[in-house]
């Protein structure tokens, strides 16, 4: 952590900058990372983002946070910014810097990836369910007190990153929650966990619950445009409860790009591998074991390419979990054979 401060000059602005479609942990612990900074004396401090913040719950964690945040696109002269990274290593495809950018600092718990080493600070442990952990270390051991609207969104980020400390918590990450926990406001919690929900996104959800369908223990659902990005992993967690499913997954298009999800019980899988193999050439991916995601560029002016490809995502999946030998599978996917309700 000390390092993090000789690292940073105070002379320029700092961006920090957090990956695509922000999660409640990315927003949660780059306003942790801010609040610290601001706290050290550090001044201009931004936090930027690319895409869309479109859960619900996503957007309640931006109100009670407060932050203004803005987007990569309108970074005023970059080159002279200051660059930390949270919650996502650069070059991953999965967050957007301007070009030419080499950041001074990466705070992350997700694989350590080859790129994230040449730089002059990083912080990455994957063995954390949740970035926010983390930051949560560094304010109590810097001695901050914390605010109570940051307390809700750390613990909550926390929760939700790991399914209430089931999915890929550890120690660190039940020792922060349960510390976390004396400081927040309940109320805050509660509007996080339990906000208002557009009638659009149930429409959509009710298209994803119609045309889910099922193999043995593996349940998916193949969307056509998704009502913003993150959708697929809300879709792939809600299909994964479903009684006796192991793995799940979600997929479908936001503008010009195709998401994948896929989500298992198994805390002996490795996701992001799967993830890897499934998706078409040149895509980005990522995860951890029980959870991960991938995006790929894709050209929608042919719709029977874009069909093609999102079949090819599920038989790969299929192959991927030994189910090679499947019978009619794309009245399967189409949801002819076995539909969920
Ligand atoms: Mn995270």
Aim: a positive charge; charged letters at 20%; hydrophobic letters at 40%.
């Amino acid at each position: 952590m000390e390092k993090l401060f000789e690292v940073i000059k105070n002379t320029d602005p700092i961006s920090i900058v957090v990956h695509n479609n922000p999660d409640p942990d990315a927003l949660a612990s780059a306003t942790a990372l801010r609040f610290i900074l601001m706290d050290r004396g550090f001044k201009n401090i931004r936090i930027y983002y690319d895409g869309l913040i479109g859960r619900a719950e996503n957007q309640a964690v931006l109100k009670i946070l407060k932050a203004p945040l803005f987007l990569t696109v309108n970074i005023p002269s970059p080159e002279t910014h200051q660059f930390i990274l949270v919650d996502c290593q650069p070059f991953t495809g999965n967050v957007t810097l301007p070009d030419g950018i080499n950041p001074i600092a990466v705070i992350d718990h997700h694989r350590l990836r080859k790129a994230t080493c040449q730089l002059p600070f990083r912080d990455v442990r994957p063995h954390y369910g949740a970035c926010s952990t983390i930051l949560y270390e560094y304010l109590s051991s810097l001695k901050i007190d914390i605010p109570t609207h940051l307390a809700t969104s750390l613990c909550y980020a926390i929760s939700s990153e790991t399914q209430s400390l089931g999915r890929e918590g550890s120690r660190a990450d039940k020792k922060a929650y349960v510390e976390l926990l004396s400081r927040l406001s309940f109320s805050q919690l509660s509007r996080t966990q339990y906000p208002k929900l557009s009638r659009d996104f149930v429409s959509n959800l009710s298209r994803a619950l119609l045309n889910a369908f099922y193999y043995k223990n593996f349940i998916g659902v193949v969307m056509e445009e998704l009502p913003y990005p993150d959708f697929a992993a809300q879709m792939a967690d809600f299909l994964l409860r479903v009684k006796n499913m192991t793995w799940s997954l979600c997929l479908g298009t936001f503008k010009d790009v195709l998401y994948v999800s896929i989500r298992t019980t198994n805390n002996k899988a490795d996701a992001s591998r799967i993830i890897k193999k499934i998706m078409p050439k040149g895509a980005a991916s990522g995860g951890h074991e029980m959870i991960a995601g991938g995006q790929a560029k894709i050209d929608k002016s042919d719709r029977s390419k874009v069909r093609a490809a999102k079949n090819e995502v599920i038989i790969k999946m299929m192959r991927a979990l030994n189910f090679s030998d499947v019978p009619h599978l794309l009245k399967l996917v189409r949801n002819e054979i076995f539909p969920l309700s």
